[in-house]
């Protein structure tokens, strides 16, 4: 490599890790602070502790919302992780182009209105139809967020799906059952199971939606929001810590299985 | 005769409207009835708690016309589209840098970025709170080290600690649809352009941008939606003067003074807005974009 | 009793407005080598398609062995299919996928291991069976598609364009060595293909196919040196193409007023006084004589205007009557001390020129 190349990727380096920076600056400072002694979280920092992490599961309310958020993620990945998986086979097997289009396109929307609104639209249309306010209509919000990014994963990945394998499949004798058995699910498996874990992520973090809908019941998102509102407590940065670790895990793995498969 | 061939070249065999069903059913049920229904709502009136079912266009009108929600409308606007003036050239670049500079970490820089937006959307704006707040992590770092005598005010609860948390969280969002749209840039046709003899502004205005022109919209579209639509930002770290659209529709359905129609109606007026500056600005890229 | 292999009766297919094939009847016999060659679009992948059972005709019947199998499921039929580019399961070692058809019959598991050692013996690929389809070049994969689709024991075997994604000198070495194998089995192979080299190469007989219907049915050297159509004459080898009416007919042959003068051709059937018509003569058919001679019943004069040397031959196009090129080829030997410019006279045989009606 001559000194043009590495200058001239200098520039470049040099923007792609201040970008970078902006982006992880406030988790870094979260982490951080979940492990000092200062309760003003402003530098210079005076000693380490574990002392947040106590306080905040010891929170009488630590359990209700872990129980719910690990209850909405669950729901949300075995629903709308395998409906979104079989939205996005069916359609990219579906034989009109433009179709096939506009249903992904219409399929992405609830990514792109504003949460707050589909959060106020589910909340009135609940009331209407009579549903308490609870884990149920917060379940539904979770779903609904989930499916376009399942479905946008697992349409990408089908694209790049041989479909010939499965005529060759059923030439060779396989029934339609018998192809997808063999072919279809051992390969696509993995991708699944990414998506659902992807949709699990995206349940853990939600809010609004979940606000605006789960009524007196807490997620951990919900009780962050409160523990925030009463003004700075850095057992938020332990509670948002022990989140992120749980996030990343789930990230990763939706990635790894992702990548493993294409 | 487009059609037929599609039907020839068809990869797939098959598969029925089966595998659709349930995800189809389910955003009928619970996203296309209940906007629907709120669509319907912003059309009604209020009369102390009681909806009256109308078919009146007040609520829209009020919004209008009522200097305050129109102010806070077009400050939502300005917050949208200052928002996204800052993350579509950024994540432009990056997405730039990522195809073309750093080729095979690409993938890599990506995975960092979308993990980013997967780390807690409360957490990350309660950080920029810690980070801007009067006695936070920066004015603490700068007042230690001399640089400044008083905490500078203006880093939080303003239009600029509204931006600055919200670049944050839109940045992968857009950084994703760009890259993806240069994956299909090939090489080839930017070492074609320099070959006939365009230099960098050229090269940018007349192949780079009109060939990822859906993935600029698609990063647009979500920068200023998400931006202009959210509602946990502003209520965090903006303060009563950044006052947006989100926490007045949030107001009409919570606490006390609610008004479901008026919310509703606030809610479709952003929704719209949205749709129309998303097609005007779509037009004018284009235009600028033209040989 | 002897049915044939396979018969194809009245058979049409419409895509919406679009006819992809229409009033198909050929016939394949049993252990014959049938080659279905058309340029992109002319219905020959719709047709195996159909033969498959992938595809439903609109209209019409495919017999296998005499059995009627329009509508049978293609798990149930019994051919097999090799596909344009292997279509192997990418999550199952080659032993695996040459295995599957037979794991699907319930065949015993010894049984099955023979018959995979069997062919890939066969496809000369005994080494390779544990590998992953990943692993593979073009070329073995192409080999463990077909060991795949002989293992299942079709009474028809099927190829879609199997060749075409390889090189050039794999792809001859594979045509031999497929005709190879159809011989030594004996088994009936139908393959597409669009390139006509190939064809003639492998087949026992060849449909040519143009916009939906078949040209001609014949064998390799049939439609090399009798096509029925200016369409076969010019799609398949390189030809030229005398175009003009006919002006005289007798008991002796045709006299042709045409574009480069008078001619002389044999007789044709149902040929009419004035029909447009067009002589067909390979380049390598063409004589070439120094010297500008007279013009006669299979001679014309003309002059050289371009010298294309290509190693094992050369070609010379020569103009004809101020403006119509004929291509003429020949050995470079013959060719000695002919330059551009140079007076030629060309000459065929008699059996040497095809006429054809234009259509």
């Avoid at chain 1, 989930?146 to 990945?157: E, H």
């Avoid at chain 1, 060759?168 to 029934?175: F, K, Q």
């Avoid at chain 3, 003009?244 to 040929?271: F, M, N, Q, R, W």
């Amino acid at each position: 490599m001559g000194d043009e190349m590495v200058k001239s990727r200098l520039l470049p380096g040099l923007f792609v890790a201040l970008v970078l920076f902006y982006l992880y600056a406030p988790i870094i400072v979260i982490v951080f602070f979940s492990f000092t002694t200062s309760p003003r979280l402003s530098l210079p920092v005076e000693g380490l502790t574990l002392a947040w992490y106590a306080r905040a599961f010891s929170d009488p309310l630590i359990p209700m919302a872990l129980q719910n958020s690990a209850i909405l993620a669950l729901l949300s990945a075995v629903g709308g992780g395998v409906a979104g998986a079989a939205f996005a086979y069916g359609l990219v097997t579906l034989r009109n182009r433009r179709w096939r289009d506009a249903l992904l396109s219409a399929s992405m929307l609830p990514a792109i209105v504003p949460l707050l609104v589909i959060g106020i639209a589910l909340a009135v249309f609940f009331r209407t139809i009579g549903l308490p306010q609870g884990l149920t209509g917060a379940a539904v919000g979770h779903v609904l967020v989930s499916l376009p990014f399942v479905i946008l994963t697992m349409n990408s990945r089908l694209e790049s799906f041989d479909f010939t394998i499965l005529e060759a499949a059923r030439d060779l004798g396989a029934s339609r059952f018998q192809a997808f058995r063999d072919i279809t699910l051992p390969l696509i498996r993995p991708s699944v199971v990414g998506a659902a874990l992807l949709a699990a992520a995206l349940s853990l973090d939600e809010f609004v939606i979940t606000w605006f809908n789960i009524g007196s019941q807490q997620t951990v998102p919900t009780l962050v929001w409160g523990l925030m509102r009463r003004g700075i407590d850095p057992s938020v940065n332990a509670i948002a810590t022990f989140l992120l670790v749980l996030l990343t895990c789930l990230v990763i793995g939706s990635n790894l299985l992702n990548k493993r498969n294409s | 005769m487009s059609n037929s061939s599609n039907a020839m070249t068809d990869r797939a065999p098959g598969g029925g409207i089966a595998p659709l069903l349930p995800a189809g059913l389910f955003y009928f049920l619970f996203f296309g009835v209940p906007m629907l229904s709120l669509l319907v709502i912003s059309l009604w009136r209020a009369q102390g708690f009681v909806l009256i079912p109308d078919f009146t266009f007040a609520n829209y009108q009020k919004v209008i016309e009522s200097d305050l929600y129109r102010g806070v409308l077009l400050r939502t606007i300005g917050v949208g589209l200052g928002a996204a003036a800052i993350v579509v050239p950024v994540a432009f670049t990056l997405a730039y840098i990522m195809r073309f500079v750093f080729e095979r970490r690409g993938q890599l820089i990506l995975q960092l970025v979308m993990l980013s937006l997967f780390s807690g959307y409360l957490v990350r704006i309660y950080a920029w709170r810690t980070i801007l707040g009067k006695q936070g992590l920066l004015n603490s770092a700068l007042q230690w080290l001399g640089l400044i005598e008083e905490p500078l005010e203006f880093l939080i609860y303003s239009q600029f600690s509204v931006v600055v948390t919200l670049v944050g969280l839109l940045l992968p969002m857009a950084v994703l649809p760009l890259y993806s749209a240069m994956l299909n840039v090939p090489r080839d046709h930017i070492e074609a352009a320099r070959d006939l003899g365009a230099n960098r502004f050229h090269l940018l205005r007349t192949i780079l941008v009109p060939m990822v022109m859906p993935g600029v919209r698609t990063a647009f579209a979500f920068a200023f939606l998400l931006a202009a639509g959210d509602y946990v930002t502003p209520t965090l770290v903006g303060g009563t003067q950044s006052v947006m659209i989100g926490n007045m529709i949030a107001d009409q359905f919570r606490g006390t003074g609610t008004n479901w129609p008026l919310g509703a109606a606030m809610a479709f007026i952003v929704v719209g807005v949205s749709l129309l500056l998303y097609v005007a600005i779509t037009q004018v890229v284009r235009w600028v974009t033209r040989w | 009793m002897t049915s044939h292999a396979v018969e194809v009766v009245g058979l049409s297919k419409r895509f919406g407005s679009m006819t992809a094939l229409e009033q198909i009847d050929f016939k394949i016999a049993d252990g014959e080598f049938v080659s279905l060659l058309g340029a992109s679009g002319c219905g020959k992948s719709t047709l195996l398609r159909i033969i498959s059972g992938f595809d439903r005709p609109s209209r019409g019947q495919v017999l296998i062995y005499g059995e009627d199998l329009t509508n049978r499921l293609p798990e149930r039929r019994p051919t097999n299919m090799v596909f344009q580019r292997g279509a192997l399961f990418p999550h199952m070692s080659v032993r695996e996928n040459v295995g599957y058809g037979l794991r699907l019959r319930g065949v015993q598991r010894a049984q099955i291991n023979a018959r995979v050692d069997e062919m890939l013996a066969l496809v000369r690929l005994e080494a390779l069976g544990d590998r992953d389809p990943a692993q593979l070049s073009g070329g073995q994969a192409q080999r463990v598609a077909l060991a795949r689709a002989l293992a299942a024991e079709p009474r028809v075997l099927l190829l879609d364009e199997p060749l075409s994604a390889l090189d050039l000198k794999l792809r001859q070495q594979m045509q031999l060595e497929l005709r190879a194998i159809q011989k030594r089995l004996g088994a009936t192979f139908v393959f597409v293909t669009h390139d006509q080299t190939e064809a003639l190469v492998m087949s026992d007989r060849i449909a040519i196919m143009n916009a939906g219907r078949i040209e001609q049915y014949g064998t390799p050297r049939d439609i090399y040196r009798r096509p029925s159509s200016i369409f076969v004459s010019d799609f398949v080898g390189a030809t030229n193409l005398l175009r003009g009416h006919v002006s005289g007919l007798s008991a002796d042959g045709v006299t042709l007023d045409t574009e480069v003068g008078t001619l002389h051709a044999a007789i044709g059937p149902g040929l009419q006084l004035g029909q447009r018509v067009a002589l067909s003569i390979r380049p390598e058919a063409i004589r070439v004589g120094r010297g500008a001679g007279a013009s006669a019943d299979r001679q014309i004069a003309g002059a050289i205007a371009e010298i294309v040397y290509q190693g094992n031959s050369i070609r010379l196009r020569v103009v004809v009557a101020g403006s119509v090129s004929v291509w003429v080829e020949c050995r470079d030997e013959e060719a000695d001390g002919l330059g551009i410019g140079n007076d030629v006279t060309l000459s065929w045989a008699a059996g040497a020129a095809n006429l054809l009606r234009e259509s």
